[in-house]
Nanobody
Framework: QVQLVESGGGLVQAGASLRLSCAGS????????MAWFRQAPGKEREFVAV????????HYADSVQGRFTISRDSSKNMAYLQMSSLKVDDTAVYYC???????????????????WGQGTQVTVSS
């Protein structure tokens, strides 16, 4: 079993940067695909970014492409989301998620991921 805990959220001004962290625990953490999702008030939870077990494959939502970078350090059971040029529309609760396996067709689906953290709030003010 994998347990995930997010941290690093906060209140920042538009244009600022934040780095979110996801601390994992579990025997097979290094084998998991890791992803970030977010959910704004009144909105559905949406895909943000994903990184595979080898860190060789990364994908991003169009809305964050070029501004966010996902990474991981499997030796430390950690995943990260570096966010820059933050916009008010980035305001949301950010969740990390984990799965074993997956496909190019399903990596952005919420139902693909077995394990989820409790989320960390990111608020961007104008």
């Amino acid at each position: 079993q994998v347990q995930l805990v997010e941290s690093g959220g906060g209140l920042v001004q538009a244009g600022a940067s934040l780095r979110l962290s996801c601390a994992g625990s579990g025997r097979d953490f290094a084998q998991y695909t890791m992803a970030w999702f977010r959910q704004a008030p009144g909105k559905e939870r949406e895909f943000v970014a994903v990184i595979d077990w080898s860190s060789q494959i990364r994908h991003y939502a169009d809305s964050v492409q070029g501004r966010f970078t996902i990474s991981r350090d499997s030796s430390k059971n950690m995943a990260y989301l570096q966010m820059s040029s933050l916009k008010v529309d980035d305001t949301a609760v950010y969740y990390c998620a984990a799965q074993i396996g997956g496909s190019r067709e399903t990596y952005s689906w919420k139902s693909t991921y077995l394990y989820w953290g409790q989320g960390t709030q990111v608020t961007v003010s104008s």
